[in-house]
């Protein structure tokens, strides 16, 4: 079996190592948006395939047998390109989805269904000083706010419309409560907004706002397209890959005996 993997988050980085420990042929796409990656083991190639056509192309073209999505909860357009892709081809696609984080006592979260509603939100807040963790490719619906003072991290320096007062924080973690205190703190941040990424390497902020008192805005991860549903983990991502293997071989030896 040949597995294209498509990636972008340390989850696509451990399933990479581990189909190699399990010697299974894989290829990880990165789409090319970070200077310098963090690469997984294996072959890798980066940039877009041109939409679910050229993606199903592409997987048409190398003989792949399966694909394993463990893109980001928030890039959906390649997850729906990949279902599409999967769906013409009649190729099994798995993806993996770390869980969303969800508030505990103490939090004081305010949904938001998108980013455009999360700066509206911000745009109403009374206070001055927002840290905001959304990334850099998310800054433009918060361009027009020239209200209040933002504190933005992100890995690569933004390229598009920036909010006019912005501090910019280069940095691509994990974090740990002691840090992420320590920038709520030191700029005098009064809110805290965040994609609802999930997993444990952006979560110390979450703590940090709640034992500082801070509100956080939440932006809701995008719904996986119809008829995809994601493993928690890459263990039993894993466990559905060698599944789908062993159907597609039962298959091929009942098509030809
Ligand atoms: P997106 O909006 O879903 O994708 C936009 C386009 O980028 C896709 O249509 C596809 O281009 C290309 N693309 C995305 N992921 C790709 C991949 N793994 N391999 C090849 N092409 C890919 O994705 P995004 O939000 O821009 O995220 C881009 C990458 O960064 C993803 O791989 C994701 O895992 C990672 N990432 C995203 C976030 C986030 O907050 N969105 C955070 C951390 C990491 P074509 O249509 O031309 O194929």
Redesign the pocket.
């Known amino acids: 079996m040949r597995v294209l993997l498509?990636?972008?988050?340390a989850e696509?980085r451990q399933l990479a190592a581990r189909l190699a420990d399990a010697g299974i042929p894989a290829v990880?796409?990165?789409?090319?948006?970070?200077r310098n990656p963090r690469l997984p083991v294996g072959e890798v190639?980066?940039?877009?395939?041109?939409?679910?056509d050229?993606?199903a192309a592409y997987l048409r073209d190398g003989g792949f047998d399966a694909v394993l999505d463990?893109?980001?909860?928030?890039?959906?357009?390649?997850?729906?390109?990949a279902a599409q892709a999967c769906g013409m081809l009649g190729v099994p696609l798995i993806a993996v989805r770390r869980p969303a984080w969800s508030a505990q006592p103490g939090d004081d979260w305010i949904p938001a269904t998108d980013i455009a509603a999360a700066a509206a939100l911000v745009r109403d807040w009374p206070g001055r000083t927002v840290f905001l963790t959304?990334?850099r490719?998310?800054l433009a619906v918060f361009a027009g706010d020239v209200r209040h003072r933002y504190i933005v991290r992100a890995?690569d320096p933004p390229e598009g419309p920036v909010p006019a007062d912005m501090t910019l924080i280069l940095d691509r973690g994990p974090y740990d409560l002691a840090g992420e205190t320590a920038i709520l703190i030191e700029h005098g941040a009064g809110l805290l907004v965040t994609?609802n990424?999930g997993g444990g390497l952006t979560a110390a902020k979450l703590a940090a706002a709640r034992s500082l008192g801070l509100p956080v805005i939440m932006v809701a991860r995008p719904p996986l397209p119809a008829g995809v549903v994601a493993e928690a983990d890459v263990d039993a991502a894993l466990r559905r890959l060698l599944d789908a293997a062993d159907q597609g071989a039962d298959e091929a030896s009942a098509s030809d005996g």
């Open positions: 498509l990636g972008g988050t696509a990880s796409s990165l789409a090319g948006r970070v190639r980066i940039g877009g395939f041109g939409g679910a050229g993606l463990a893109t980001h909860p928030f890039a959906a357009a390649i997850t729906r390109n959304t990334g490719r998310d890995v994609k990424s």
